[in-house]
């Protein structure tokens, strides 16, 4: 089951930053923040994931909080193209069954106007 | 890098019929899942490969689906028979090892089955 709480859409204007908030308040202390997004018709993309620091990539920026119960995806300058699901989940760590698995919500979807 | 393929693209079929996925996933990757995606809805775990042996099933409506992964390589997941409700993206993804733990997932683009 989904572990996380996102808003179900958000929109932002091209060349603009666009902020993505997300509600993990159950996270436990050896449990990842991932997030995927999904473009229209395709499978969803891996973009950042972080434990307990900020993280920054050449895709997005990741903001974690100080208790670990809330995180926010950073596009620095949105796209047209930046359009599309985004998927804020918690990740199980550790060995056995579970490893890896991912439990998607339903997501925020990013819709960037010119 | 090749990614993670998928075949068909879409599939359309009759209710009752039967209906087979096929997923070749990033060469050397352990781990392999089969997702369901409803529409508007996020993908859902069916079940999780590591190499050739089951991890988790449990999420598998065992009565009509069925998935394997001979040879720990390619996999096929089957529908027998479809009903309306299987309606959805069927998603594939794989995973480079079972013991990293911040490896990530990559996903192919899926098949839309669409049951009428």
């Known amino acids: 089951d989904a572990k996380t709480t996102q808003p179900p859409s958000m929109d932002c204007a091209e060349g603009r930053a666009a902020n993505l908030p997300c509600n993990h308040s159950?996270?436990?202390?050896?449990?990842?923040v991932y997030w995927y997004r999904q473009i229209h018709s395709q499978g969803p993309q891996y973009i950042i994931h972080?434990?307990?620091n900020n993280e920054t990539n050449e895709m997005a920026s990741l903001i974690i909080t100080e208790d670990r119960k809330s995180s926010t995806l950073i596009l620095p300058h949105a796209t047209l193209r930046d359009t599309a699901v985004y998927y804020c989940?918690?990740?199980?760590?550790?060995?056995?069954?579970?490893?890896?698995?991912?439990?998607f919500g339903r997501g925020t979807q990013l819709t960037v106007w010119p | 890098e090749a990614g993670v393929a998928q075949s068909p693209r879409y599939k359309i079929i009759e209710k009752r019929q039967s209906v087979a996925f096929w997923c070749n996933p990033i060469s050397g990757h352990a781990t392999l899942y089969w997702y369901q995606q409803i529409l508007g809805q996020g993908p859902k775990l069916l079940i999780q490969?590591?190499?050739?042996?089951?991890?988790?099933d449990s999420q598998l409506p065992k009565d009509r689906f069925s998935a394997e992964r001979l040879k720990g390589v390619d996999s096929t997941l089957k529908i027998q028979p479809a009903k309306l409700e299987d309606s959805a993206v069927y998603l594939c993804?794989?995973?480079?090892?079972?013991?990293?733990?911040?490896?990530?997932?990559?996903f192919g683009q899926g098949t839309r089955l669409t049951v009428v």
């Open positions: 972080g434990l307990k």
């Open positions: 159950t996270i436990s202390g050896n449990e990842y």
């Open positions: 993804a794989s995973r480079p090892t079972a013991t990293g733990r911040s490896s990530e997932a990559f």
């Open positions: 989940i918690v990740r199980v760590a550790g060995r056995g069954s579970t490893l890896g698995r991912l439990y």
């Open positions: 490969f590591q190499n050739n042996g089951v991890v988790d």
